[in-house]
């Protein structure tokens, strides 16, 4: 049987590398640490577990140490982070401290500034889930993975564009403590890794009656584009979304392409005509430009 383990404020900063700061927070019980990375937009935060006034982790199972990527610049969590439980195993709490700290500076580069969890987590508070706007952009977000940069002006920051307080501060005012009940919601699976609520959009099929079903927006949408005969093989697509990286061609700022993008793509080189339809907002300017890019810069 595994052993709970006590660590002091002097011994858990033993562990830490040498360039930490104290992050203060009159709402945190236990000390935080910030960790300077060479992304200069993204820290990372090693939420200690130690308490603020005796200087040792807390009791048994009252929490895990956690981490997870912070964004300088809009001073909000990146992602949910991981926990790390405060026993020994096959390897030591030290150890396993290290080990994530490193995974965790070493792959700031390629984190997303903007995290879609929690923009969900703020579009599913009490203090906006009421409102219509608010859950047809949590509609969007579930579909397409991603919400534009216009629709993301009314969820995060302080005013939007209206001039009136944004869903996150509404969430904030509504809840003081909203971001570290948001932090303290980490599940990983048992080989340690993050699980995430809504890795793919829902693709379940609505029965109308027997004889007729009813696909969702964005499966009529890659039907149509490529003619699927299945709403298996949409799935089978989305489950392949192609990461923005891997396309030769313009550096587009966001980490994959939508249902609808990955469905164009291979077809961008065809000398075909093709009909994308789908709705407003889910990304039919870029599966154009895919193509147009293509012509005007053939391999």
């Given at each position: 049987m595994s052993n709970f383990i006590v660590l002091t404020k002097e011994k858990f900063e033993e562990i830490l590398p040498n360039n930490f700061l104290v992050v203060e927070d009159s709402k945190c019980k236990e000390i935080i640490y910030e960790l300077d990375t060479k992304n200069s937009d993204i820290?990372?935060?090693?939420?200690?577990?130690?308490?603020?006034?005796?200087?040792?982790?807390?009791?048994?199972?009252?929490?895990?140490?956690?981490?997870?990527?912070?964004?300088?610049?809009?001073?909000?969590?990146?992602?949910?982070?991981?926990?790390?439980?405060?026993?020994?195993?096959?390897?030591?709490?030290?150890?396993?401290i290290k080990n994530r700290i490193t995974e965790f500076m070493t792959t700031a580069y390629d984190q997303q500034i903007i995290d879609f969890e929690y923009v969900k987590a703020i579009l599913n508070s009490s203090a906006v889930n009421w409102m219509d706007f608010s859950q047809s952009l949590l509609e969007n977000l579930e579909s397409y993975g991603s919400l534009s940069d216009k629709q993301l002006s009314y969820v995060l920051g302080d005013v939007n564009p209206n001039g009136k307080i944004t869903f996150e501060a509404r969430a904030k005012n509504n809840d003081p403590d909203f971001l570290n009940k948001y932090l303290s919601k980490l599940e990983e699976d048992e080989n340690g890794n993050e699980k995430r609520e809504t890795e793919l959009p829902n693709k379940s099929i609505k029965k109308k009656d027997e004889s007729q079903t009813q696909t969702s927006a964005v499966d009529q949408a890659v039907e149509g584009v490529l003619g699927i005969e299945s709403i298996t093989r949409v799935i089978e697509v989305?489950?392949?979304?192609?990461?923005?990286?891997?396309?030769?061609?313009?550096?587009?700022?966001?980490e994959k392409f939508n249902p609808v993008q990955t469905a164009v793509l291979p077809h961008i080189e065809e000398d075909n005509n093709m009909v994308i339809g789908s709705s407003t907002g889910s990304g039919k300017t870029i599966a154009a430009e895919l193509i147009i890019d293509t012509i005007l810069n053939p391999n």
């Amino acid at each position: 049987m595994s052993n709970f383990i006590v660590l002091t404020k002097e011994k858990f900063e033993e562990i830490l590398p040498n360039n930490f700061l104290v992050v203060e927070d009159s709402k945190c019980k236990e000390i935080i640490y910030e960790l300077d990375t060479k992304n200069s937009d993204i820290n990372v935060r090693v939420y200690s577990t130690v308490d603020i006034r005796t200087n040792e982790t807390r009791g048994l199972g009252q929490d895990a140490i956690r981490i997870v990527f912070w964004d300088t610049k809009n001073d909000r969590p990146i992602g949910k982070g991981k926990k790390i439980l405060r026993v020994d195993g096959k390897t030591t709490i030290q150890e396993r401290i290290k080990n994530r700290i490193t995974e965790f500076m070493t792959t700031a580069y390629d984190q997303q500034i903007i995290d879609f969890e929690y923009v969900k987590a703020i579009l599913n508070s009490s203090a906006v889930n009421w409102m219509d706007f608010s859950q047809s952009l949590l509609e969007n977000l579930e579909s397409y993975g991603s919400l534009s940069d216009k629709q993301l002006s009314y969820v995060l920051g302080d005013v939007n564009p209206n001039g009136k307080i944004t869903f996150e501060a509404r969430a904030k005012n509504n809840d003081p403590d909203f971001l570290n009940k948001y932090l303290s919601k980490l599940e990983e699976d048992e080989n340690g890794n993050e699980k995430r609520e809504t890795e793919l959009p829902n693709k379940s099929i609505k029965k109308k009656d027997e004889s007729q079903t009813q696909t969702s927006a964005v499966d009529q949408a890659v039907e149509g584009v490529l003619g699927i005969e299945s709403i298996t093989r949409v799935i089978e697509v989305e489950l392949k979304w192609v990461n923005t990286k891997n396309y030769a061609g313009y550096q587009y700022p966001f980490e994959k392409f939508n249902p609808v993008q990955t469905a164009v793509l291979p077809h961008i080189e065809e000398d075909n005509n093709m009909v994308i339809g789908s709705s407003t907002g889910s990304g039919k300017t870029i599966a154009a430009e895919l193509i147009i890019d293509t012509i005007l810069n053939p391999n």
